[in-house]
């Protein structure tokens, strides 16, 4: 059977994130089920991509998502984030077989976790395991790859890595540290996940799928400190805590701790390959060992060039008028506030701001501030603008750069001056649905910390900042409902 239509369930996610749009490039017709769609619509692939409003686990929007569908990625699970997690996991699946065998879906490709069946799995891996057995019930041709660590740039167990070796000089090697794990790199998933659709040979199969090398997990953060040229010393501790130590992470990383705790749990058991199926059947790739795959993430993160990331799928937008988060592997303070203006006129007051108008709200605290970086010798208040109403990207706006316009909706600067780690105050206005004059401004500033001052120094000014961001996005709103404001 030729494969045409496709369908990606979990496209706002990590791996669906990634998924839709090579498959776009494919020449594949992509259909995108999303329980929020305005996560999907900006994105540049989104206009080559049908997508249905729905959810799986209500049953809502599948059978829509469906027809006429070919092939259908089954890539939603809900991490543990519910007491009773693998009930609604297993009646996701079920509600999903369903609409698929009445639609005549003839193949579903899911992607699940390593681990022995033999071995005393945890919860989570119970649940990956237990969703393949339901999709198989389905009698719909499956194809269901298991993957242990998926190594990439905004991946939650790379995150939990990433951010533990750069914020602890010394870290505890807890007794399961000492478990094997087979990293895969995101890159070879996304192969694998693809190349599987020419492949009738992997048809009702469980495919284990695995990096070129095999690691204890106290390797994986030895092995990402060389890479970072970081030393960090071991220390050995005898008490296993799960429940407390995701609480820790979640304090020293921006995964909270019903992400990490599932992740902890699963260190008990060994996740390798237990054989060379993979191979065998995909010889045209040849997977990336764990060493490689960290500098490639590493590579993306340092160009900005980060997809998509693990909180894409599980931090809606935020509907408070104030939220205090780590959002996209990097510490957010975020604002929102509706103004009665269109959009373009909200878009001209923001795009004005600096130079010689200012910035609004307590200039004299910004002057302070640019004073001191002129002391540490940074750039210090430029006062410059090339243009007093228009902003262009890649020019410099007082001791900020900007680093990204888009027309009538955003811009994004990215700090110049002397900091413990880089920072970016990003301006979004949003349009409110079947209201002419009425629109949502975003304003998040963004850091992301070098080491244990890079924190201290983030955390240690979020009362000034608290003053001086709650100031400036009511100031530009007020200057956006009061035209004869707009550019004085």
Request: proline share 4%; hydrophobic share 40%; net charge positive.
């Amino acid at each position: 059977m030729t494969i045409k239509n496709i369908l990606v369930t979990g496209a706002t996610g990590y791996i669906g994130g990634r998924l839709a749009p090579r498959l776009i490039e494919k020449g594949y017709k992509v259909v995108c089920l999303a329980r929020h769609p305005q996560h999907i619509e900006g994105k540049p692939w989104a206009k080559d991509a049908e997508i249905v409003k729905g959810d799986i686990l209500t049953g809502e929007g599948l059978t829509s998502a469906l027809k006429n569908i070919d092939a259908a990625y089954y890539l939603v699970h809900s991490m543990s984030d519910m007491p009773d997690f693998e009930k609604s996991e297993e009646k996701s699946a079920n509600n999903f077989i369903k609409a698929a065998k009445e639609n005549n879906v003839k193949r579903i490709i899911y992607m699940g976790g390593l681990g022995d069946n033999s071995a005393k799995l945890s919860r989570h891996l119970k649940s990956r395991h237990r969703i393949g057995e339901i999709l198989r019930s389905s009698n719909i041709n499956l194809t269901e790859f298991r993957a242990a660590i998926i190594v990439g740039s905004g991946s939650v167990s790379f995150e939990i890595i990433r951010y533990l070796v750069e914020r602890l000089p010394i870290i505890p090697r807890f007794k399961y540290l000492q478990s094997k794990c087979q990293p895969t790199a995101i890159r070879d998933v996304l192969s694998y996940l693809i190349n599987c659709l020419k492949k009738k040979e992997t048809e009702n199969k469980i495919i284990e799928i695995g990096g070129a090398s095999s690691h204890v997990y106290t390797d994986l953060l030895k092995i990402y400190a060389e890479t970072r040229g970081l030393k960090r010393r071991f220390f050995n501790c005898r008490v296993w805590l799960p429940g407390l130590f995701s609480k820790f992470i979640s304090f020293i990383t921006p995964i909270p701790s019903m992400f990490a705790m599932p992740l902890l749990e699963s260190l008990s058991n060994d996740v390798i390959c237990k054989n060379e199926d993979a191979l065998k059947l995909f010889p045209e790739i040849r997977p990336l060992d764990y060493r490689t795959a960290v500098k490639y993430a590493l590579m993306r993160i340092s160009e900005n060039a980060v997809e998509t990331t693990w909180a894409m799928s599980v931090i809606p937008i935020q509907r408070k008028p104030y939220a205090f988060t780590d959002k996209e592997g990097m510490s957010a303070e975020e604002r929102h506030i509706s103004i009665n203006a269109a959009c373009d006129k909200i878009f001209k007051v923001f795009t004005g701001i600096g130079g010689a108008r200012g910035w609004f709200y307590a200039d004299w605290l910004w002057n302070l501030r640019a004073l001191l970086d002129s002391f540490l010798g940074g750039v210090g208040m430029r006062r410059s603008r090339r243009h007093p109403d228009i902003l262009r990207q890649g020019e410099p706006l007082d001791f900020w750069r900007v680093e990204r316009v888009i027309e009538g909706r955003l811009v994004l600067l990215r700090a110049e001056m002397k900091l413990p780690g880089r920072g970016w105050l990003e301006f979004e206005v949003l349009p409110i649905a079947n209201e002419e004059n009425e629109s949502v401004l975003r304003q998040t500033a963004y850091f992301e910390p070098k080491g244990l001052f890079g924190n201290i120094y983030w955390y240690g000014l979020y009362p000034l900042h608290k003053i001086i961001f709650a100031g400036l996005i009511k100031e530009i709103k007020q200057r956006a409902e009061d035209s004869d404001t707009v550019r004085q």
